[in-house]
């Protein structure tokens, strides 16, 4: 996700329209989501909690000397990329108490912070699920477009889990996104791709063989190449 505006929940109908569809025969895709969605939602903030204690170990181990490699994110080298993840960690708190947030600028907070960037990041994590852990902050609407605040939360959900990919292939780290948090994002992403698409937050799907992953059909989704290298 390259932008930091409210994206308006759009659910299709019929088919939907992704690149799972070439990944899997329709019969598989539809009873795999069938099953997720008869099972209990877990709460957003234990989702957020989860895809933090996935990204945190990938975080840490960046370099000063990567802070200017490039991204799957073309628009953002790893520093950049770095300072978009904590804005939005730190506005998406206040997203959860249905307050508004400003995303016009990007706090250079790697160099506010220094070497300690990485604890202030955890820090910032542990508060952001707090706030989304608080009674009341699924219930609701909430941000600029008043969309139902359980979406909201799962789209900072989204950024902690596909930008920790970002980083992670950036500088050559492993990563394994938290268990349950794909699953919840590919329906967030079915709902809210063709508006995403037409606002520019999202490219056109990239194509994905049959076989690939649930994080990959993820990244497709979105617009990345889950292959994607630096060279």
């Known amino acids: 996700m390259s932008d930091r505006q409210d994206i308006p ?4 109908s019929g088919a939907p329209d992704h690149p799972a569809q070439t990944a899997r025969t329709p019969q598989a895709a539809q009873a795999a989501q069938a ?5 209990p939602a877990p709460p957003i ?6 895809a933090a204690g996935a990204a945190l170990p990938v975080l840490r181990e960046v370099r000063d000397d990567q802070l200017g490699w490039p991204t799957p994110c073309a628009e953002y080298d790893v520093r950049a990329l770095l300072n978009h993840l904590f804005q939005v960690v730190v506005a ?7 307050k508004d947030v400003d995303f016009n600028s990007t706090p250079d907070r790697l160099g506010e912070y220094g070497p300690q960037w990485p604890d202030r ?9 707090e706030a989304w852990a608080a009674p009341g902050a699924e219930d609701g609407l909430t941000g600029g477009m008043q969309l139902p605040a359980r979406t909201v939360g799962a789209m900072v ?3 902690l889990t596909v930008h920790a990919w970002d980083v992670a292939r950036a500088t050559g780290r492993p990563y394994t996104p938290a268990e349950g948090c794909v699953a919840e994002l590919r329906t967030l992403v079915a709902q809210m791709a063709p508006t995403a698409r037409r606002m520019n937050v999202f490219a056109e799907p990239a194509p ?6 649930d994080l990959e059909v993820l990244l497709a989704e979105t617009g990345r190449d889950p292959h994607w290298t630096a060279g």
């Open 9 to 12: 929940d759009e659910t299709h």
């Open 35 to 39: 099953a997720h969605a008869t099972r």
């Open 45 to 50: 903030s234990a989702l957020l909690d989860a």
């Open 92 to 98: 998406f708190r206040s997203l959860a108490a249905k």
């Open 121 to 129: 990041f955890a820090d910032a994590s542990a508060q952001l699920v």
């Open 157 to 159: 959900l989204l950024d």
């Open 208 to 213: 994905v063989p049959p076989g690939a992953s």
